[in-house]
Every structure is written in structure tokens, then in C-alpha cells.
Nanobody, 126 residues
Framework: QLQLVESGGGLVQPGGSLRLSCAAS????????IGWFRQAPGKEREGVSC????????YYADSVKGRFTISRDNAKNTVYLQMNSLKPEDTAVYYC???????????????????WGQGTQVTVSS
């Protein structure tokens, strides 16, 4: 069974940091583009970042550019989202998504992704 499992969420003060992990189970992430998305209560799902299958191309939403960094370690079958300088508006459930994708870029929208994790809650509050 193909699964993506997010971890690393939690409660953090404004200005703090968290590192989210997206681990694959039952398959290898080689050849998969991975995206991170988030959804806050009452808001639509938002694309945050994505990384190409070879790690050579990344994308960041303007709202997180300069604060978040996506990376992947295919040997550990895991993709990370390092989140620094967190703001209250970053509060949301964060999801990772995967899709076999052999182009040198990654899809920014949610629709191309077939495999989704269950989500991890990130709360930024003092």
C-alpha cells in the first residue's frame, strides 16, 4: 500500500521554526515530484512548495518565499519542509502529496497529485 506520512507539526511561537517530514511507505520516492499544501480553517487549500523528482527544481508560494525550504533525501525516502520565521498566518494543516513526474519541474497545483498524506497540524501562536 502506497502511503505518505507527514510528521513534525506542532505548536510554535511566532518567529520560531519547525521541520516537517514526508516519509514514503510502500514505495520509493525516486521519480516522484512532491508538493506541500496547507489548509487553514475556513480557507481553501493552498500550494506552499514543491520539489522535482531529481531535486533540481523547487517552487515556493510568495507567502513563504525566503522563510521555507524544501529538500529531499531519496536515500531516506523522505522530503522535508524547513519552516523558519513562522507567522500566525502559517497556522494550518499541512499535507504532502506525491506523483510520478519525470519532468525537470514540479506541479504547483494540487490536481496532478494522486497520493496524499493525512496531514500534520502546525499552529503558530504566542
Amino acid at each position: 500500500q502506497l502511503q505518505l506520512v507527514e510528521s513534525g507539526g506542532g505548536l510554535v511561537q511566532p518567529g520560531g521554526s519547525l521541520r516537517l517530514s514526508c516519509a514514503a511507505s510502500g514505495f520509493t520516492l525516486d521519480g516522484y515530484a512532491i508538493g506541500w499544501f496547507r489548509q487553514a480553517p475556513g480557507k481553501e487549500r493552498e500550494g506552499v512548495s514543491c520539489i522535482s523528482s531529481n531535486g533540481g527544481s523547487t517552487y515556493y508560494a510568495d507567502s513563504v518565499k525566503g522563510r521555507f525550504t524544501i529538500s529531499r533525501d531519496n536515500a531516506k525516502n523522505t522530503v522535508y519542509l524547513q519552516m523558519n520565521s513562522l507567522k500566525p498566518e502559517d497556522t494550518a494543516v499541512y499535507y504532502c502529496a506525491g506523483q510520478p513526474w519525470f519532468s525537470g519541474w514540479c506541479p504547483r497545483a494540487a490536481r496532478p497529485y494522486d497520493y496524499w498524506g493525512q496531514g500534520t497540524q502546525v499552529t503558530v501562536s504566542s
